[in-house]
């Protein structure tokens, strides 16, 4: 059974500055996709991001990028210039390829911005 | 573009009781469906469709009835509410035709049985 960790329960940052946010997963499969979410005080599940595993050039989306080690099964967000708006729950997940919604979700890291 | 459109947003149940959490898309997704979140979990998956007369089950099934009679509509059945049931629980859709494409979330329900 597929699953992913998320070993930092809460991180935490200085505005400006650049935080990492690490995820690993366990699967068979070789055709898979990632993704992290954000979940803000609204409850509201926004996606960051997104990374195909056939594509071994790492996603990026303005100041949120990853670095996918597919051979180690690691999946880290890094957050750059980070403001006071990116505090929330980042969830990674993971999803086989050409399966509906089948999403798995790691338990979460809390990441408090500091001014 | 309402998006998905989750009701109620909050709802307390004494154990035993039952309930419908609505569930409403306005995208013409294929496919929905429903996750719960419990503190230190992530989401997981309790029921999701295909489209309209398919359903099937998730990671968390037991407890939870789904139908699935129009596109839009995916509500989810407590028929009789457990405090194990206290979640924070979410809908979310996508298209058919778009396998690769992310899901859209509604807003949650966040649920309590006393």
């Known amino acids: 059974a597929q699953t992913v960790t998320q070993s930092q329960p809460e991180m935490s940052v200085q505005e400006a500055e650049t935080v990492t946010l690490s995820c690993t997963y366990d699967t068979s499969e070789s055709d898979y996709y990632l993704f992290w979410y954000k979940q803000p005080p609204s409850r509201q599940m926004i996606l960051v991001i997104r990374?195909?595993?056939?594509?071994?050039q790492n996603a990026t989306e303005n100041r949120f990028s990853v670095n996918f080690q597919k051979a180690a099964k690691s999946f880290s967000l890094k957050i750059s210039d980070s403001q006071l708006g990116d505090a929330a729950m980042y969830f990674c997940?993971?999803?086989?390829?050409?399966?509906?919604?089948?999403?798995?979700f790691g338990t979460g890291t809390r990441l408090q911005v500091f001014p | 573009n309402a998006g998905v459109t989750q009701t109620p947003k909050f709802q307390v149940l004494k154990t035993g009781q039952s309930m419908t959490l609505q569930c409403a898309q306005d995208m013409n997704h294929e496919y929905m469906s429903w996750y719960r979140q419990d503190p230190g979990m992530g989401l997981r998956l309790i029921h999701y469709s295909v489209g309209a007369g398919i359903t099937d089950q998730g990671e968390v099934p037991n407890g939870y009835n789904v139908s699935r009679s129009t596109t839009e509509d995916f509500p989810l059945r407590l028929l009789s509410a457990a405090p194990s049931q206290t979640s924070v629980y979410f809908c979310?859709?996508?298209?058919?035709?778009?396998?690769?494409?992310?899901?859209?979330f509604g807003n949650g329900t966040r649920l309590t049985v006393t």
């Open positions: 997940a993971y999803r086989k390829r050409f399966t509906p919604d089948k999403l798995i």
């Open positions: 979310a859709s996508k298209p058919i035709q778009g396998l690769d494409s992310p899901l859209h």
């Open positions: 990374q195909e595993a056939y594509k071994q």
